[in-house]
């Protein structure tokens, strides 16, 4: 069985870092995009960044370039998401997920390319 779970999230000052992770167990995905999602109140869940299955290649959500930064560790069926200069709007609860297929990457910014989701971590941003 398949299981995706999240750690790391908490209560932060705007300004500060964070590091979420993802571990993935139930199977290997080193041969697969993962992906980092977050959904705010009221709002629908939104690509944030994904992650080439060798980690050669990364693509980011204009909104946090320059200050979030995915990675992984196909050893460790982990995956990470590096959080620096966190913003109030940065507040949400942050999914991990894996692509359905091997190899696949012209489409890591969309929902449907992902197959197994974690439950989520919650990442409040205080101002």
């Known amino acids: 069985q398949v299981q995706l779970v999240e750690s790391g999230g908490g209560l932060v000052q705007a300004g500060g870092s964070l590091r979420l992770s993802c571990a993935a167990s139930?199977?290997?995905?080193?041969?697969?995009?993962m992906g980092w999602f977050r959904q705010s109140p009221g709002k629908e869940r939104e690509f944030v960044a994904a992650?080439?299955?060798?980690?050669?290649?990364?693509v980011y959500a204009d909104s946090v370039k320059g200050r979030l930064t995915i990675s992984r560790d196909n050893a460790k069926n982990t995956v990470y998401l590096q959080m620096n200069s966190v913003k109030p709007e940065d507040t949400a609860v942050y999914y991990c997920?894996?692509?359905?297929?091997?190899?696949?990457?012209?489409?890591?910014?969309?929902?449907?390319?992902?197959?197994?989701w974690g439950q989520g971590t919650q990442v409040t941003v205080s101002s």
């Open positions: 997920a894996v692509a359905r297929f091997t190899s696949s990457w012209g489409t890591a910014k969309t929902q449907d390319e992902y197959l197994y």
């Open positions: 139930g199977r290997t995905f080193s041969s697969y995009t």
């Open positions: 992650i080439k299955w060798g980690g050669g290649s990364t």
